[in-house]
C-alpha cells in the first residue's frame, strides 16, 4: 500500500513561509509523480502541485509564484516551499503519489499535516 507521511506544517503569521515535507512509507519515490493536495476547512480536497519523475513541475494557478515543489531522491522526500503564505492557505496539506502527474494518485491518504496562516 502507497501510503506517505507529511511533516512541517504549523501555524505561521501572514506573510511568513513553511516548507512541508512528504516521505513515502515502505516504497521508493522516485518511480512516481507526487502530488500535493490541500483540504480547507468545509471545503473539498484539491490539487496545489504536482512533480513528475522527469522532474516537471506543475501548480495549480493560486499558487504559482509562491510554492515550490522539489523532490530529493536520494532522500527519498519530496517538498513543498510555501512563501507568502495568505490566510486562505490554511487547511490541511496531504501528498499523494501516481504514475505521472496527468493521473489521479494512486496511493492512499496519509494524516496530512496542518498549516494555519493567522495573525
Known amino acids: 500500500q502507497l501510503q506517505f507521511v507529511e511533516s512541517g506544517g504549523g501555524l505561521v503569521l501572514p506573510g511568513g513561509s513553511l516548507r512541508l515535507s512528504c516521505a513515502p512509507s515502505g516504497f521508493t519515490l522516485n518511480e512516481y509523480a507526487v502530488h500535493w493536495f490541500r483540504q480547507a476547512p468545509g471545503k473539498e480536497r484539491e490539487g496545489v502541485s504536482c512533480i513528475d519523475t522527469d522532474g516537471a513541475t506543475y501548480y495549480r494557478e493560486f499558487w504559482k509564484g509562491r510554492f515550490t515543489i522539489s523532490r530529493d531522491n536520494a532522500k527519498n522526500t519530496v517538498y513543498l516551499q510555501m512563501n507568502s503564505l495568505k490566510p486562505e492557505d490554511t487547511a490541511i496539506y496531504y501528498c499523494?503519489?501516481?504514475?505521472?502527474?496527468?493521473?489521479?494518485?494512486?496511493?492512499?491518504w496519509g494524516q496530512g499535516t496542518q498549516v494555519t496562516v493567522s495573525s
Open positions: 499523494a503519489a501516481g504514475p505521472r502527474c496527468d493521473v489521479r494518485p494512486i496511493s492512499s
